[in-house]
């Protein structure tokens, strides 16, 4: 491997970016009701943030999969929406510093990258990373948002209960990030917000609300988060007057309300299950979350081949 190093450039004063915590918000995974994407949007708007590292994504981004949008105007090319990779650093409602990780998933050499953000990590002085994905989930939207957390060190998520015991997904670069600082015995945490199945392809703030206050407790960081809890109860309320006017979507809620509330009074029955049959097999939740991935449409200038 060449030096990581080499992935990227500092446009800013390394002295002058140290920051503690770097969360990190990928686009190109699963990402249900754009939760990820919501909450990354949400702080880089309630912040004056500062590019301080980029990416070379020349050699990580796959371009015929992933074709960034150009416009066309009568007889030229006006613009090119160039996709970037980078490190912004920003402040919280009390002037901390925290670093951000935006841009899109490395098509190409992960283990390069993850190298590379160990090496930033120990240039700007980051002690913890948080990611930040969102999955759908047999839950109602009238219930608080779940969370999935994971992370390199079994106490740093001691307050968050499991919501499954073992299960094979596909990988992303995120989740490799947080694997391997592990194994460099630095502390990395994750978080997966749980946002209702038939939400998924739409914007669902209520999960992004959800991430960024795990974010908050997890790293100590008071995040502005006044807007966005006003835009999630706006949609909230939206969503129940949709549901109320259709008899039939209104009994598919009543039903997973049942079923989460079952399980919340501690009967067994598991939130990923269906309502009157076993809990599905590792194979069968993994097929799950392929069979979303191929559903997903593309991303804002990710076009299909």
Known sequence: MTDPRELYQFEAEVADSQAEVLVVALAGFIDAGAAGRLASEHLMCSSDPHVVARFDLDSLYDYRARRPPMLFVEDHWESYEQPELTVSRLTDSAGKPFLLLTGPEPDFR???FVAAIACLMDDLGVRLTIGL?????????????????????PDLVDRYEPWVQRVQVPSSAAHLLEFRLGSQGRDAIGFAAHVPHYLAQGEFPSAAMRLLQSVEEASGLALPLDRLRETAEQVKRELDEQVAASDDVSGVVSSLEEQYDAFVRGSGRDLLSTPN??????????AEFEKFLAEQTPDKGEQPN
Do not use: C, K, Y
């Not at 969102?134 to 060190?153: C, E, F, L, Q, Y």
């Not at 049959?277 to 993994?286: F, K, N, R, T, V």
């Open 277 to 286: 049959g076993p809990l599905p097999s590792a194979d069968e939740l993994g």
């Open 110 to 112: 992960w283990e390069a």
């Open 133 to 153: 994905n969102a999955i759908p989930m047999a839950v109602p939207h009238t219930r608080p948002v779940g969370i999935t957390a994971h992370a390199t060190r």
